[in-house]
């Protein structure tokens, strides 16, 4: 075999890459060719460059973390899971810490450190990084020839990990899935997932930064629940962002404030409440925040304006017909969809490469043997909370080491 030929060639120098070349079960003749001037810039901003990358718990509560697509990479998860992301980072001399709520950061809360490390392994098994190279065209044959800015390049096996499509300042743009296509490799259409959602009439300009917890929002058969935040022009917060996925211009969301209590059980107290003298006295919307503890009072005197009452009106005044209009922005707020914010602040790509393209244990390609792919590349996109990065790590683990295969 001629010198200039590598035994694995990785496109793409980010979070599946980079783990690819550090965790390889071998030392490997390896390059990886990075468009963007430095590798790994998505990895530095991730979790607000404190790197959330992992979740804590079973590898089995995963799977309901990936939407539609999360039964097809079980294997994978299961193949390198959480907890073999927590021995590998551990023994590589990166302790973790594990939050409350069950994110996964180094303890230095400093992605860097993450970056770094993988960095340093991949070149202890044989990787260097070529970085301001993009490569734009991949002829696959026995050997794999790969043309790019910076020349050409030939591998007996290639893996391609370009990422997705949003922050495309960070070098995932989405561009290479042009090339992919020209490959015959079918591409699920893509849009951003993790990304605040814009909705027609959005009312809640004036309570920009107010939160609320534990809601629900249901979007075409789809419902998640978690927190939500109002901004100043759209709705954010984990329960949106992770909705964002099903979303798209003209979908009609519906949101639930009160998710512990049952609508009816609701409307027997106001009736009851408004039978008693003394609660008849009380303004109306010290009652209504009695009895909803856990809405922002912000919250509730903004919807009273909207639908017309007058929040010092005595709650015996508040009719049957303003409870209707109150309870129904409370149990099923609905609006629809105009559009999200986009790349430019979506966390994650939604679509990709169908996952009917590769091995799902492997991330081996069934049309071109000896070409794998691994990451956001792909057609997965995780919630919040360390989701991404445990399959940009699983899926590089995988097919690095059937690509090497010892
Ligand atoms: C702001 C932000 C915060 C995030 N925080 C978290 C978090 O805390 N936890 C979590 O789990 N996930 C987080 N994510 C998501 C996570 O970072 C990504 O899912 C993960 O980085 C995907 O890894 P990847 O290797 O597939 O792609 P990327 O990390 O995007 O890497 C792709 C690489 O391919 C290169 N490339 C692209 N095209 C070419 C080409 N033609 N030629 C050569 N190179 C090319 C790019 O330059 C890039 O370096 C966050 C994302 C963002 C945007």
Request: aromatic content about 8%.
């Amino acid at each position: 075999m001629a010198d200039n030929v590598y035994d694995i060639l990785i496109v793409g120098g980010g979070a599946a890459g980079l783990f690819a070349a550090a965790s390889a079960p071998a030392r490997v003749k390896g390059l990886i060719l990075d468009k963007a001037k430095a590798p790994g810039r998505k990895l530095l901003m991730s979790g607000a460059g404190q790197c959330n990358l992992t979740h804590g718990g079973s590898i089995k509560d995963f799977v309901s973390h990936y939407g539609d697509n999360g039964s097809k990479i079980r294997t994978a998860l299961y193949k390198f899971s959480n907890e073999s992301v927590k021995k590998f980072f551990e023994n590589k001399g990166i302790p973790l810490i594990e939050r409350e709520d069950g994110k996964i950061f180094p303890r230095s809360m400093d992605a860097k450190d993450v970056l770094d490390c993988l960095i340093r392994e991949g070149q202890k098994n044989g990787f260097s990084i070529l970085s301001s190279c993009d490569v734009t065209e991949v002829i696959p044959g026995d050997i794999y020839t790969v043309i790019s800015s910076k020349g050409i390049f030939k591998a007996k096996k290639l893996l391609i990990c370009t990422g997705g499509c949003s922050y495309p300042t960070t070098g995932s743009d989405g561009r290479f899935l042009k090339v992919l296509e020209a490959l015959d490799l079918e591409i699920i259409p893509t849009r951003p997932s993790l990304v605040p959602v814009s909705v027609e009439g959005y009312p809640y300009t004036e309570l920009s930064g107010v939160s609320v917890k534990d809601i629900t929002i249901e979007a075409d058969g789809h419902k998640v629940s978690g927190d939500i935040l109002f901004t100043h022009n759209n709705f954010s917060g984990p329960a949106v962002l992770h909705i964002s996925r099903y979303v798209k211009p003209g979908t009609v969301i519906k949101l639930c404030y009160c998710t512990d209590r049952k609508l009816n059980e609701i409307q027997e107290e106001l009736a009851l409440l408004r039978k008693d003298k003394s609660s008849g006295r009380k303004e109306a919307l010290t009652v209504l925040n009695s009895l909803f503890p856990g809405l922002p009072s912000s919250f509730i005197r903004k919807i009273f304006a909207d639908e017309g009452f007058d929040e010092h009106r005595v709650f015996a005044e508040f009719s049957s017909k303003a409870a209707a209009a109150f309870l129904s922005r409370i149990f099923t707020d609905t609006y629809k969809v105009s559009g999200t914010s986009g790349y430019s602040t979506a966390m994650a790509t939604a679509g990709g490469v169908s996952l009917k393209e590769i091995s799902l244990k492997t991330g081996e390609s069934k049309k071109y043997p000896g070409l794998y792919l691994a990451g956001e590349v792909l057609d997965v996109d995780g919630d919040t909370g360390g989701y991404n990065l445990q399959f940009a790590f699983s899926s590089g683990y995988n097919a690095i080491n059937d690509a090497v295969g010892i």
